[in-house]
């Protein structure tokens, strides 16, 4: 029997984004009907962050086997069962998975239909057998990965970010297509794991972070033995008895054949508008996504989308913040606009590398002389040198009068590291105010500090402040 729901709100999708704005439409009382296909939780619970950063956290137990010799510790070969540490990642969810789940949402006084939502009119989906008349919609049907047009690829079973999770065995030789994130963060860890594991990278490997501190990353991936690639061309993927075949090279030549288990595509990613029915909402959207302002409305003012298929930044703390703004447009009816330099990344490499607002080359493209950057090295950190870290640096670029244009961090923590600069940067923070709070000793969070007072470090060479030093000192 079909039935007719008419809620104020009704989400289409239930990852980081959809969740979010479901739980604070229901907080508030409005009536809301979120509607998931798949499994609730979405990409970053189920194929996305949270199996990833499971994965890397097994790596580095592994990797530690290794590297204690400057310690004291001899290093050993360690006892590597992937089937247990497949077990570790599906823990890892199943332990987060209450708090997404359908019944907790239900709880909370939400609607929820798990079949796919299609519009069939400006303001009507139907998902299943339920018709839902919303006042305002919201899609957050996220994205999928991109699967590019390499000759025989689709022959061959390959892997993605759906499908490498579920792995329960050590790949032997793992070809990764793709040297962005996914690609970089899954290499690391599958050879920390105990893989062979060769990257290919069209282009640059990490290419929308800082050059200089993505290259620490990158000399440390290849330092432990992943066989990195840029530049080049996949050409084509076949099967063989072992495992699969890529041709790699550039030009009309044969080209080089890497042999390998397996090969993960981590090659960019797609919105998921597939099966939406956009068009029939009004919607407009390109192949980046559903296409929004600033408010993150679509071409019909009562849709707004959110997170992954919005097409920018595709993080799961994006979809987050989207929600937040897309709640305050709904439920109070104040203007709200996205502010893109607000928002830090970080890649979970070990090192991490961590970003907000403009690199070096971007700042120096935009503002000109106006560039000041202030670099400090790990080295002169003491907690680095007590646990022999001190790869990492932090480049604070600023710009007249202190201002933050943008901060990258490499080296351990670079992740935690980066949240103080981004409170810096949404409260509109001057380095001035980054001089005056105390950071504990001895922690990493002391290269912040000391960026910022190095910023200022070259007024105590001005002539008219040792002047007035100077004859403060008559004073006795
Ligand atoms: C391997 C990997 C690692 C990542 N690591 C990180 C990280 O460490 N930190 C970070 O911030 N981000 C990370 N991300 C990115 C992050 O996962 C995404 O940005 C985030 O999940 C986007 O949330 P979303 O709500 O927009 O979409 P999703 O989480 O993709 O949710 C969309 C949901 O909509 C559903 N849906 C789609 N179409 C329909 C339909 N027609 N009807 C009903 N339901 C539908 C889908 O089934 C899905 O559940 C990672 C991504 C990957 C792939
Ligand atoms: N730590 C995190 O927050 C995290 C981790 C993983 C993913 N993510 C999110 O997921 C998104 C997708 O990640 P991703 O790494 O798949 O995408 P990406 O777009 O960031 O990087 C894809 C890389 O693949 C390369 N590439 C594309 N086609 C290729 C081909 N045919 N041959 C060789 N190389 C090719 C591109 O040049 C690019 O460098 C990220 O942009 C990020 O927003 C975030």
Not at 54 to 82: C, M, N, R, W, Y
Not at 124 to 146: E, H, L, M, N, Y
Not at 209 to 231: C, F, K, Q, S, Y
Request: net charge neutral.
């Amino acid at each position: 029997m079909s039935d007719t729901l008419t809620p104020d709100i009704c989400v289409i999708g239930a990852g980081s984004g959809g969740l979010t704005v479901a739980a604070a439409a229901a907080s508030f009382g409005v009536p809301v009907v979120l509607i998931e296909k798949g499994a609730m939780g979405g990409d970053c619970l189920n194929t996305g962050c949270v199996p990833s950063k499971a994965l890397i956290a097994a790596a580095k137990h592994a990797h530690a086997f290794s590297t204690g010799e400057p310690f004291g510790i001899a290093a050993q070969v360690p006892g590597i069962d992937f089937a247990k540490v497949n077990a570790h990642v599906h823990d890892v969810i199943a332990g987060i998975a209450p708090h997404d789940s359908e019944e907790r949402f239900e709880s909370l006084g939400v609607t929820v239909i798990r079949a796919e939502a299609r519009f069939t009119g400006r303001d009507t989906v139907v998902a299943g057998d339920t018709t839902i008349k919303a006042r305002r919609f919201v899609v957050a049907a996220g994205s999928s990965p991109a699967v590019p047009p390499i000759d025989g690829l689709a022959d061959v079973p390959y892997l993605t970010n759906e499908t490498v999770f579920d792995l329960k065995a050590c790949p032997e030789h793992m070809i990764v297509v793709g040297g962005g994130p996914i690609g970089i963060e899954m290499a690391q860890a599958h050879r920390r794991l105990g893989a062979r594991v060769t990257v290919l990278e069209a282009a640059k490997a990490l290419p929308k972070d800082d050059p200089e501190n993505a290259a620490v990353v990158l000399d440390t991936i290849r330092a432990e033995g992943v066989d990195l690639r840029e530049g080049v061309t996949v050409k084509s993927v076949a099967k063989n008895a072992a495992g699969i075949v890529v041709t790699v090279g550039t030009g009309e030549g044969t080209g080089e054949r890497i042999a390998g288990s397996h090969i993960l595509v981590a090659a960019g990613r797609r919105p998921n508008l597939a099966g939406l029915n956009l068009d029939a909402a009004g919607i407009a959207a390109d192949k980046k996504g559903i296409s929004v302002d600033a408010g993150l409305r679509t071409s019909n003012r009562r849709i707004y989308a959110i997170g992954d298929i919005a097409g920018g930044l595709q993080f799961t703390h994006v979809a987050g913040y989207h929600a937040g703004l897309v709640i305050r447009s709904i439920l109070f009816r104040l203007p709200v606009k996205v502010k893109t330099p607000i928002i830090p990344w970080v890649t979970y490499t070990d090192p991490e590398l961590a970003q907000i607002g403009l690199t070096e080359d971007a700042a120096r493209k935009e503002h000109g002389d106006a560039v000041t950057v202030i670099t400090v090295p790990f080295t002169g950190n003491d907690r680095a040198r007590a646990e022999r870290r001190t790869e990492g640096r932090i480049k604070v670029v600023a710009g007249k009068g202190g201002r933050i244009l943008g901060v990258s961090i490499v080296g351990v923590s670079a992740g935690d590291l980066i949240a103080t600069w981004a409170l810096a940067v949404s409260a509109g923070l001057k380095l001035r105010d980054l001089t005056g709070f105390v950071a504990p000793y001895p922690t990493f969070s002391e290269v912040s500090r000391r960026a910022a007072v190095d910023y200022y470090a070259p007024g105590a060479k001005n002539p008219w402040v040792q002047r007035l030093v100077r004859w403060l000192r008559v004073f006795g």
